[in-house]
């Protein structure tokens, strides 16, 4: 068999990196443990001659050799990642050039709000440490201009890139709806949830409290603009932040646990009795109205048992 071809394009803006990119090897990306490099094609899964394009939304394209071409599975799952780190869409890209780091995503954005093209959509990218998962959804780095400290916070501009470009991959490739329920137990279940975390398939941060915590807003406005019901693309001043607010909490033991979900663990404390600002509500398992992450960072409580004021 011919030995696949593949073309580099020049960076556009950098001629050297300025970063260490070993730093960024622990939280960035990669194919499975152990995965064969050279992985035989597969037949198309749940496609009937798929189609595919790449996003009109990508201003820097600098394409990877760290893929499997074709991709195996149609494409119906959406898998945000953090960069850990600053990186521009060319720094990013650079590294993701090199073979030898086997790492890859689909597309990077920065913290400039830029969105690049690594992988192609027709391909699997080697960004979530699973190789069934990457081959069946597109895969997004995000910059951070936060770190550890702050959940790896990402910018407005990028908030508002990533929400553009899930709402235009959504829309091209016959994705009614993002759902998300916080449940790891739900992967492939994508008639229940089709978004999906790199923490659930290895020992990794990604992608950070901050867009993790923050998936339930980007699914909601996602949906509002495939579903038709806003028409403008979202930018850094009109991406609905969420609004703390107060609830009223009338039993004294009311667990606290570590994440959104009875499936997370008890920290072994409670709230008692009072009043608390909730900053934070998603879907998770054991609660019909959500969990609520509490403002003090003592972690997150039943919305089922909280009266808002």
Not at 130 to 139: C, E, G, Q, V
Not at 265 to 286: A, L, N
């Amino acid at each position: 068999m011919e030995e696949e071809k593949i073309e580099f394009t020049p960076l556009e803006v950098v001629d050297k990196l300025e970063f260490d990119d070993t730093e960024f090897t622990d939280e960035l990306g990669g194919k499975e443990e152990n995965e064969p490099l050279n992985e035989k094609p597969h037949k198309q899964k749940n496609a009937v001659k798929a189609v595919y394009t790449n996003s009109p939304l990508v201003t820097y394209t600098k394409l990877s050799p760290c893929k499997n071409s074709p991709r195996n599975h149609a494409i119906d799952t959406i898998t945000i990642h953090c960069m850990a780190g600053n990186m521009t869409v060319e720094s990013c890209g650079a590294l993701f050039s090199k073979y030898s780091r086997e790492t890859s995503s689909n597309y990077g954005i920065g913290s400039d709000g830029r969105i690049a093209l690594y992988v192609n959509e027709s391909d699997r990218s080697w960004c979530t440490s699973n190789r069934a998962n990457d081959h069946r959804a597109i895969t997004i780095e995000v910059a951070n201009d936060g770190g550890a400290n702050t959940g790896w916070h990402v910018s407005d501009k990028a908030m508002a890139s990533l929400i553009n470009l899930v709402t235009d991959i959504c829309q091209r490739n016959n994705i009614p709806e993002l759902r998300w329920k916080a449940d790891k137990n739900l992967i492939g279940q994508v008639d229940k949830q089709n978004m999906t975390a790199h923490r659930w398939f290895a020992a990794k941060a990604c992608p950070g409290d901050y867009l993790y915590n923050s998936f339930g807003s980007i699914a909601e406005q996602v949906n509002k603009r495939v579903k038709g019901e806003t028409t403008k693309p979202a930018t850094e001043k009109n991406v609905e932040p969420f609004k703390p607010f107060l609830v009223s909490i009338s039993i004294a033991n009311l667990n606290i646990r570590k994440g959104p979900g009875s499936n997370f663990e008890r920290t072994g404390k409670y709230t008692g009795k009072g009043i608390f600002t909730i900053e934070e509500v998603i879907d998770g398992k054991g609660s019909k109205t959500g969990w609520g992450k509490l403002k003090s960072g003592a972690g997150w409580i039943c919305m089922d048992y909280a009266k808002k004021i």
